[in-house]
Structures are given as structure tokens and as C-alpha cells.
Nanobody, 118 residues
């Protein structure tokens, strides 16, 4: 079981940057994937980005890959989401999640709110 705690959200103006952090504890294995998802009010949760603990291979929602960067610090057991040139449509609760190999994301954090004003 993996425990995940997100931090770094907040309220910013359009064009600003934010870095979200996800601290993982418990069972963290090199083969696990870590992901960021977001859910705007009234909308379904959507995939943002993912990274594998061990080899650092990343994947992104295509429309976000030019502004968002996912990274990890294996020593600190922390995954980051760097968000640049934020837009009002990026406003959402951002969640961190963990997935064993060949499995769905099953462990989730509590989420952190990101609000971008025009």
C-alpha cells in the first residue's frame, strides 16, 4: 500500500507557474508508475502525466506536454508536476496516484486545489 500526500496548490494569475509535490510513503517500488490527474468542477477526472519510479519514463496528456513537466526524486520519494503558463482552464483539484506494473492507478492522494484567475 502506498500513501500519497500532495502539496503546492494555490491561487495564481494566468501566466504564472506552480510546482506540485506528491510525497509517497509505504510500498514504493521502482516498477511502479506515478501519475497526476485533475478534476475540474462539474467535469470528469482526466489524466495529466505519469512517470515510472525506476527508469523515469514519462507520458503526458498531449495538450499539456508543452507546459507541464513531471519528474521524480527517488531519494525523497517525491514526484513533482511543474506547471507553466497557467490558464484559467487549468483550474482543478490535482491528484497524485500510484499504479503497480500493468495495473490501474489504485492509490490516490487527497488532492490539492489549483485556481488560476484571468
Amino acid at each position: 500500500q502506498v500513501q500519497l500526500v500532495e502539496s503546492g496548490g494555490g491561487s495564481v494569475q494566468a501566466g504564472a507557474s506552480l510546482r506540485l509535490s506528491c510525497a509517497a510513503s509505504g510500498r514504493t517500488v521502482n516498477s511502479y508508475r506515478m501519475g497526476w490527474f485533475r478534476q475540474a468542477q462539474g467535469k470528469e477526472r482526466e489524466f495529466v502525466a505519469a512517470i515510472t519510479w525506476g527508469d523515469g519514463i514519462t507520458s503526458y496528456q498531449e495538450s499539456l506536454k508543452d507546459r507541464f513537466t513531471i519528474s521524480r526524486d527517488n531519494v525523497k520519494n517525491t514526484v513533482y508536476l511543474e506547471m507553466r503558463s497557467l490558464r484559467p482552464e487549468d483550474t482543478a483539484v490535482y491528484y497524485c496516484a500510484s499504479a503497480p506494473p500493468n495495473s490501474q492507478f489504485g492509490s490516490w492522494g487527497q488532492g490539492t486545489q489549483v485556481t488560476v484567475s484571468a
